[in-house]
Nanobody, 123 residues
Framework: QVQLMESGGGSVQPGGSLRLSCAASGRFVSIYRMGWYRQAPGKQRELVASSTPGGDTNYVDSVRGRFTLSRDNAKNTVFLQMNSLKPDDTAVYYC?????????????????WGQGTQVTVSS
């Protein structure tokens, strides 16, 4: 079992900042990509930012320059620093991790998801 524990969501005014954290725990071999998706009301879930263990990161165009993804491989934790927040950033943010697990010598690569944390940007 792998669990992704999210924190840092909340309400903020436009231009404000929030920092999301996600820590993976449980039994696994390693984590490949790790990052954040978000889903706004009535919209499809979209990838916000993700990174590889080596530190290669990618961002959706709408957040590039405002959001920064960082990763602590030793702690199996990923952070999303969100600055200059806009109302369009309002969504439920979901941590995800591409995880390699092993059971009885069989390895399987599985996507895990956090429960979601609400980010609301409004005046």
């Amino acid at each position: 079992q792998v669990q992704l524990m999210e924190s840092g969501g909340g309400s903020v005014q436009p231009g404000g900042s929030l920092r999301l954290s996600c820590a993976a725990s449980g039994r696994f071999v390693s984590i490949y990509r790790m990052g954040w998706y978000r889903q706004a009301p009535g919209k499809q879930r979209e990838l916000v930012a993700s990174s590889t263990p080596g530190g290669d990161t990618n961002y959706v165009d709408s957040v590039r320059g405002r959001f920064t993804l960082s990763r602590d491989n030793a702690k199996n934790t990923v952070f999303l620093q969100m600055n200059s927040l806009k109302p369009d950033d309002t969504a439920v943010y979901y941590c995800y991790a591409d995880v390699l697990v092993q059971e009885v010598f069989v390895r399987t690569r599985i996507d895990y998801w956090g429960q979601g944390t609400q980010v609301t940007v409004s005046s």
